[in-house]
Nanobody, 128 residues
Framework: QVQLLESGGGTVQAGGSLRLSCRASGSSFGAHAMGWFRQAPGKDREFVATIRWSGGSYGNTYYADSVKGRASLSRDRAINTIYLDMSNLKPEDTAVYYC??????????????????WGQGTQVTVSS
């Protein structure tokens, strides 16, 4: 059983920055990737960013076009934690952000079905 615990959400003004953290715990954490998705009110959950956790592409990061250049994903493998730093936040970044972990293949890296473990979500609100 793997648990994902998110932290760092809150309210920030447009143009501001924040950091989200996600720590994985459990008896057998064998994820191949960890990342973030988000869901705004009335919209589908969408991919934000992910990082390869194992294999030849270890450490590679991937970003949605909507956050590219404004987001940076990093990891501390010693404590099974990833960090999402976002800057120049926009009101359209307002959403519940979910941490995800799993074993996606290349074609599912940016899709929900690539991830079998999910956190409870943390609210990010960007005020204009």
């Amino acid at each position: 059983q793997v648990q994902l615990l998110e932290s760092g959400g809150g309210t920030v003004q447009a143009g501001g920055s924040l950091r989200l953290s996600c720590r994985a715990s459990g008896s057998s954490f064998g994820a191949h990737a960890m990342g973030w998705f988000r869901q705004a009110p009335g919209k589908d959950r969408e991919f934000v960013a992910t990082i390869r956790w194992s294999g030849g592409s270890y450490g590679n990061t991937y970003y949605a076009d909507s956050v590219k250049g404004r987001a940076s994903l990093s990891r501390d493998r010693a404590i099974n934690t990833i960090y999402l730093d976002m800057s120049n936040l926009k009101p359209e970044d307002t959403a519940v952000y979910y941490c995800a972990a799993g074993r996606p293949i290349t074609s599912t890296l940016a899709t929900q079905r690539g991830y079998g473990y999910w956190g409870q979500g943390t609210q990010v609100t960007v005020s204009s």
